[in-house]
């Protein structure tokens, strides 16, 4: 069973600029949902996708966007970048359907993003 | 809305010592709680779970009992080794399967 993967690990952009990160989600996952870990503090939600379709969001501005493709992997994009934008960006994909209040959600390993 | 506070700072401690890490938590009705471990370069690991009231979560030597009277779910370890070098995150389950972490608290063992 393959697990959660993001890529890219790291990378450096600079104010302004765009970026979009990708994740691939654990086998027979349909959900994905994307956090924000600044340094030295917890992940912060910033939305989930389940059916190609945003299923709620955090309190992040719009110039942070997503998507979701069929196999169920997803993009986070994040536009006119900031100073502030520097985090390790998150991935976790569950199951959402199966009649259980929660499930469990599978994390990948990260993609650390810094704005200079 | 829904939020988990944890412990300020850095633990420090010994081989084979104690450890407790608080965690309290603010939220309408009863969410599952969780304890993540984030081992350095790595993603979020769940470490225990619990959800209902009174529920002890256990896993690798670490418990966590979720007290509902006190609004907690404190995590504890009775002998620490040095590869629980970590950094440990407090969270509860809220609207549409989503988490809601606490601040993480770095833990370090020392030989």
């Known amino acids: 069973e393959t697990g959660v993967t993001q890529s890219p690990t790291h990378l450096i952009k600079t104010r302004g600029q765009q970026v979009t990160l990708r994740c691939s989600s654990q086998s027979g996952h349909n959900t994905v949902s994307w956090y924000q870990q600044a340094l030295g503090q917890g992940p912060q939600f910033i939305f989930q996708?389940?059916?190609?379709?945003?299923?709620g969001r955090g309190n992040f501005p719009p110039r942070f966007s997503g998507l979701q493709f069929p196999n169920y992997s997803s993009e986070l994009n994040v536009n006119a970048l900031e100073l502030d934008d520097s985090a390790l960006y998150l991935c976790?994909?569950?199951?959402?359907?199966?009649?259980?209040?929660?499930?469990?959600?599978?994390f990948g390993p990260g993609t650390r993003l810094t704005v200079l | 809305g829904d939020s988990v506070t944890q412990m300020e700072g850095p633990v420090t401690l010994s081989e084979e010592a104690f450890l407790t890490i608080n965690c309290t938590y603010t939220?309408?009705?009863?969410?599952?709680l969780f304890w993540y471990v984030q081992y350095p370069g790595e993603g979020l690991q769940l470490l225990l779970k619990?959800?209902?009231?009174?529920d002890k979560g256990s896993n690798k030597g670490f418990e966590a009992t979720y007290r509902k009277e006190t609004t907690s779910f404190h995590l504890e370890k009775g002998s620490v080794q040095v590869s629980d070098s970590a950094v440990y995150f407090c969270a509860l389950a809220y609207g549409n399967n989503r988490l809601a972490f606490g601040k993480g608290n770095q833990v370090v063992v020392i030989p």
């Open positions: 619990a959800t209902k009231a009174d």
């Open positions: 939220a309408t009705g009863y969410p599952s």
């Open positions: 996708y389940y059916r190609e379709e945003e299923n």
């Open positions: 976790a994909s569950s199951s959402t359907g199966s009649g259980r209040s929660y499930n469990e959600q599978f």
